[in-house]
T-cell receptor
């Protein structure tokens, strides 16, 4: 059972435009969400997170939006740059498991920025 | 560089064999996590250790085992290997057990022939 879903395996966006990556979850216990970025031959690196008490969190060019009623979150990258080309993983965790947090990951979306 | 070191980076072995993957967490991090990424799959949580003790278990097969040593490095042992065990195995660490921004190593790619 895939509790975190990224339905778009890949996405191509023109440089300078907005990239929007989507993620859906099914477990209503999830209350903390993260995005990780992964380059080839490297491990995932933390990008941005959001708690369920917020509906938006911004960090520079990256903004994550959370719609709890729809169990949906999205990552917006504006403007997109060639260095943003990577695989992006959405992840979620439940505070009810505090102390033994495990992250549940989606399958990833490969973002390609076209120069 | 995340500060998490995994060895070996690549490993090719045969079915039925046993391998050990090693992870050194970031300096000062007490919690270690193991994840498996198979082809076109997300990262599947295997197991977590905190300061030498097992903290949480995920979808880890009985053929797999792990431990965290007093110096906080961790080893993941995979035995009676099957073709389906071919995957990238990531180790991650965090300062404390409840800190969710994990730092990942580069992974160990295991190929079972």
């Amino acid at each position: 059972d895939q509790q975190v879903k990224q339905n778009s395996p890949s996405l191509s966006v023109q440089e300078g435009r907005i990239s929007i990556l989507n993620c859906d979850y099914t477990n209503s216990m999830f209350d903390y969400f993260l995005w990780y970025k992964k380059y080839p031959a490297e491990g995932p690196t933390f990008l941005i997170s959001i708690s369920s008490i917020k509906d938006k969190n911004e960090d520079g060019r990256f903004t994550v939006f959370l719609n709890k009623s729809a169990k949906h979150l999205s990552l917006h990258i504006v403007p997109s740059q060639p260095g943003d080309s990577a695989v992006y993983f959405c992840a979620a965790s439940a505070s009810a498991n505090f102390g033994n947090e495990k992250l549940t990951f989606g399958t990833g979306t490969r973002l390609t920025i076209i120069p | 560089d995340s500060g998490v070191t995994q060895t070996p980076k690549h490993l090719i072995t045969a079915t039925g064999q046993r391998v050990t993957l090693r992870c050194s967490p970031r300096s000062g991090d007490l919690s270690v996590y193991w994840y498996q990424q198979s082809l076109d799959q997300g990262l599947q949580f295997l197991i977590q250790y905190y300061n030498g003790e097992e903290r949480a278990k995920g979808n880890i097969l009985e053929r797999f085992s792990a431990q965290q040593f007093p110096d906080l490095h961790s080893e993941l042992n995979l035995s009676s290997l099957e073709l389906g065990d071919s995957a990238l195995y990531f180790c991650a660490s965090s300062v404390v057990a409840g800190f969710r921004e994990l730092f990942f190593g580069e992974g160990s790619r295991l190929t079972v022939l």
